[in-house]
């Protein structure tokens, strides 16, 4: 008698077992991965804004072509206490120019976003049009390689959507763009 | 001119790259002040807080409507607040869905520091499913969100269909994770098809790709969240338990079939009279059969992953840049690719790039063995549960398909009676 009972209440018994179960398995498993996650986290010294080194950048070019943005947040920086203000900048003027003058054909910004100013013979201030900008790194290479490398990449902080994945990083050929703190949000030189 | 730049450049080659200083720090005589350059300031952190907050909220708001009030009306405001702020105003990320990777990555990786608001981001909409459901796919996730508000028709897909693509999102889970422990990439992030339509730009492959799918999503429920996303079966696993499941009605059923029809997501299950009369014991006994079974599934699969490991460990940008080296040593090339170029420029040095492939290939090795295994798992179990037919005198819901999208409740004929009355 009772055993036939017993049969009869069996499958929601069984259910009710296998829910009881599964909620504990559920909620337990939540907590443990809570927990150990937990131990993994830091606010401070965590990492999660990208940002270029300057020292490791080669000016490849990829910066421009392969940010998620159509207008790369990448963007030159210039840092004036170290630029010696030439009028025959290697990374205003493209190489082997004929006539040094400033028509487009001699400028190495294909945009023009390089704002170019006579301050007193023989310098010249050099500034940098971050609206126009769109950090392929052209006078940075001209900069680093011939004069005193005072112009540098950096991803502008307020245009970086802080992917989870920066799409340049992944292509970057000298792995020069890595997560830093924010009290480090830019490499900034000079 | 030109000799100009000879010289430079044979300066160049003297002082070695990188050099600074080639030219002095000009002395001004008209006191020329050094222009003080501001750079444009961090996005504020605070916003994470707004994240979280309105991520908490919306799910709340999510839950009280579909467990208390049981209406819609409120979640097609939460999809249309989700897709303008988790969509457009904050472009996507951090999202619940990519934040997989990042925690997989922290419960294997010693030294990733993972960020406290991807950890909230994935673990509160799990908390969530497991009290309340998938209230986060209801609205709250912009993607389920924007797929929800173009949705007019239903189109039922065959349940033979349904069942194959639901595999999907279990494999490119374990894809997605795979990668992610072994630093490869974040795939989820790669492919994701809507953060092109809320960047407004980006890969237009994948941007077709979201077209597609908001396409499809036009006529049938879902397509994303149902067959792709990889978040979701993580979800399910939790809703299948949930403590304070939703109801349609809280009448009884009168089996009219105007809740399955309106289901977007195909997650109301109709009445089924098992033709199939099975002895119980018997049945226990193919289902021990099917378990015994099981494991040689995960063996075979996990073979092959271990087998395709080397492949796999392509993924890895090191791993290529090994091989492109290799290339290059056996068959010298004047024109070298960008990744060459400065690997060599930075003198870097074959042995110490083998010995980290080798570290690479040992790790995808093991993860790709786990991986295979895994995925022997869920396709076998998959098979085990269609194989087991389950009576059902009246509609259910089966609570780990259901999206808590609410559609249902204004069609069951049972609530509005209940409704009318409580009015009189």
């Given at each position: 008698?009772?055993?036939?009972?017993?049969?009869?209440?069996?499958?929601?018994?069984?259910?009710?077992?296998?829910?009881?179960?599964?909620?504990?398995?559920?909620?337990?498993?939540?907590?443990?991965?809570?927990?150990?996650?937990?131990?993994?986290?830091?606010?401070?010294?965590?990492?999660?804004?990208?940002?270029?080194?300057?020292?490791?950048?080669?000016?490849?070019?990829?910066?421009?072509?392969?940010?998620?943005?159509?207008?790369?947040?990448?963007?030159?920086?210039?840092?004036?206490?170290?630029?010696?203000?030439?009028?025959?900048?290697?990374?205003?003027?493209?190489?082997?120019?004929?006539?040094?003058?400033?028509?487009?054909?001699?400028?190495?910004?294909?945009?023009?976003?390089?704002?170019?100013?006579?301050?007193?013979?023989?310098?010249?201030?050099?500034?940098?049009?971050?609206?126009?900008?769109?950090?392929?790194?052209?006078?940075?290479?001209?900069?680093?390689?011939?004069?005193?490398?005072?112009?540098?990449?950096?991803?502008?902080?307020?245009?970086?959507?802080?992917?989870?994945?920066?799409?340049?990083?992944?292509?970057?050929?000298?792995?020069?763009?890595?997560?830093?703190?924010?009290?480090?949000?830019?490499?900034?030189?000079? | 001119?030109?000799?100009?730049?000879?010289?430079?450049?044979?300066?160049?080659?003297?002082?070695?790259?990188?050099?600074?200083?080639?030219?002095?720090?000009?002395?001004?005589?008209?006191?020329?002040?050094?222009?003080?350059?501001?750079?444009?300031?961090?996005?504020?952190?605070?916003?994470?807080?707004?994240?979280?907050?309105?991520?908490?909220?919306?799910?709340?708001?999510?839950?009280?409507?579909?467990?208390?009030?049981?209406?819609?009306?409120?979640?097609?405001?939460?999809?249309?607040?989700?897709?303008?702020?988790?969509?457009?105003?904050?472009?996507?990320?951090?999202?619940?869905?990519?934040?997989v990777?990042?925690?997989?990555?922290?419960?294997?990786?010693?030294?990733?520091?993972?960020?406290?608001?991807?950890?909230?981001?994935?673990?509160?909409?799990?908390?969530?499913?497991?009290?309340?459901?998938?209230?986060?796919?209801?609205?709250?996730?912009?993607?389920?969100?924007?797929?929800?508000?173009?949705?007019?028709?239903?189109?039922?897909?065959?349940?033979?269909?349904?069942s194959v693509l639901s595999i999907i999102p279990w494999v490119y889970l374990i894809f997605a994770v795979l990668y992610?422990?072994?630093?490869?990439?974040?795939i989820i992030?790669?492919f994701?098809?809507?953060?092109?339509?809320?960047?407004?730009?980006?890969?237009?492959?994948?941007?077709?790709?979201?077209?597609?799918?908001?396409?499809?999503?036009?006529?049938?429920?879902?397509?994303?969240?149902?067959f792709i996303c990889p978040y979701a079966p993580l979800?399910?696993?939790?809703?299948?338990?949930?403590?304070?499941?939703?109801?349609?009605?809280?009448?009884?059923?009168?089996?009219?079939?105007?809740?399955?029809?309106?289901?977007?997501?195909?997650?109301?299950?109709?009445?089924?009279?098992?033709?199939?009369?099975?002895?119980?014991?018997?049945?226990?006994?193919?289902?021990?059969?099917?378990?015994?079974?099981?494991?040689?599934m995960?063996?075979?699969l996990?073979?092959i992953m271990?087998?395709a490991?080397?492949?796999l460990?392509?993924?890895?940008?090191?791993?290529?840049?090994?091989?492109?080296?290799?290339?290059?040593?056996?068959?010298?090339?004047?024109?070298?690719?960008?990744?060459?170029?400065?690997?060599?420029?930075?003198?870097?040095?074959?042995?110490?790039?083998?010995?980290?492939?080798?570290?690479?290939?040992?790790?995808?090795?093991?993860?790709s063995?786990i991986a295979g295994a895994l995925m022997g798992l869920v396709i076998g179990l998959m098979?085990?549960?269609?194989?087991?037919?389950?009576?059902?005198?009246?509609?259910?819901?089966?609570?780990?398909?259901?999206?808590?999208?609410?559609?249902?409740?204004?069609?069951?004929?049972?609530?509005?009676?209940?409704?009318?009355?409580?009015?009189?």
């Open positions: 008698m009772n055993n036939d009972n017993n049969l009869k209440n069996s499958p929601l018994q069984r259910r009710k077992f296998l829910k009881v179960v599964g909620m504990t398995v559920a909620g337990g498993s939540i907590l443990a991965v809570a927990g150990v996650l937990s131990t993994k986290t830091g606010t401070k010294e965590a990492g999660h804004l990208w940002q270029i080194d300057p020292a490791k950048c080669t000016q490849c070019g990829r910066c421009e072509t392969d940010c998620v943005l159509s207008v790369s947040a990448v963007k030159c920086f210039h840092a004036n206490k170290v630029c010696g203000y030439c009028d025959l900048c290697g990374g205003y003027y493209r190489s082997n120019v004929k006539d040094l003058n400033t028509a487009a054909e001699n400028l190495m910004c294909p945009t023009g976003a390089i704002q170019r100013k006579f301050v007193e013979d023989p310098y010249f201030e050099y500034a940098i049009d971050e609206d126009l900008c769109n950090g392929c790194g052209k006078c940075v290479k001209g900069c680093t390689s011939f004069g005193n490398g005072s112009l540098y990449l950096q991803i502008q902080r307020d245009l970086c959507k802080d992917c989870n994945e920066c799409a340049i990083a992944k292509v970057c050929p000298s792995d020069a763009i890595t997560l830093v703190p924010l009290d480090q949000a830019y490499n900034l030189k000079g | 001119m030109k000799r100009l730049f000879s010289i430079l450049s044979s300066l160049l080659l003297m002082s070695g790259i990188g050099a600074q200083n080639r030219f002095p720090k000009p002395d001004f005589e008209s006191g020329y002040q050094y222009p003080d350059i501001q750079h444009a300031l961090p996005n504020e952190q605070l916003w994470l807080y707004v994240d979280i907050f309105m991520l908490v909220a919306l799910m709340s708001f999510v839950a009280w409507a579909i467990l208390k009030k049981r209406t819609r009306k409120p979640i097609i405001w939460v999809s249309v607040i989700s897709v303008a702020y988790f969509g457009f105003f904050r472009s996507g990320c951090v999202c619940s869905i990519g934040s990777q990042n925690v997989s990555l922290a419960l294997v990786g010693h030294t990733y520091i993972l960020p406290v608001s991807v950890l909230l981001f994935f673990i509160l909409p799990i908390l969530f499913a497991f009290l309340f459901g998938r209230v986060f796919c209801a609205g709250v996730c912009p993607f389920g969100a924007i797929q929800e508000l173009v949705n007019i028709k239903n189109y039922r897909l065959s349940r033979s269909v349904t992610a422990v072994t630093r490869s990439s974040f992030c790669r994701d098809p809507f953060i092109g339509f809320f960047r407004l730009g980006g890969d237009f492959g994948l941007i077709l790709f979201g077209a597609l799918l908001l396409l499809a999503s036009v006529f049938t429920g879902r397509p994303f969240c149902r979800l399910s696993l939790f809703s299948r338990v949930a403590i304070w499941k939703v109801q349609i009605t809280k009448q009884k059923c009168i089996n009219c079939e105007l809740c399955h029809n309106a289901c977007p997501v195909d997650a109301i299950r109709p009445p089924y009279e098992n033709k199939v009369k099975e002895q119980r014991l018997q049945g226990v006994k193919r289902l021990l059969m099917y378990f015994v079974v099981l494991p040689f995960m063996v075979a996990a073979f271990r087998y490991s080397d492949d460990s392509r993924a890895h940008k090191e791993v290529r840049l090994y091989d492109m080296v290799q290339k290059q040593e056996a068959d010298p090339q004047d024109k070298i690719t960008l990744e060459l170029e400065s690997f060599f420029g930075q003198g870097g040095k074959i042995s110490e790039l083998k010995q980290k492939v080798n570290v690479i290939q040992q790790d995808y090795k093991r993860y063995t098979l085990i549960k269609l194989s087991i037919k389950r009576s059902r005198k009246e509609y259910e819901i089966e609570h780990a398909d259901c999206v808590d999208c609410g559609k249902c409740f204004s069609y069951c004929p049972q609530n509005s009676i209940c409704k009318s009355v409580l009015l009189k």
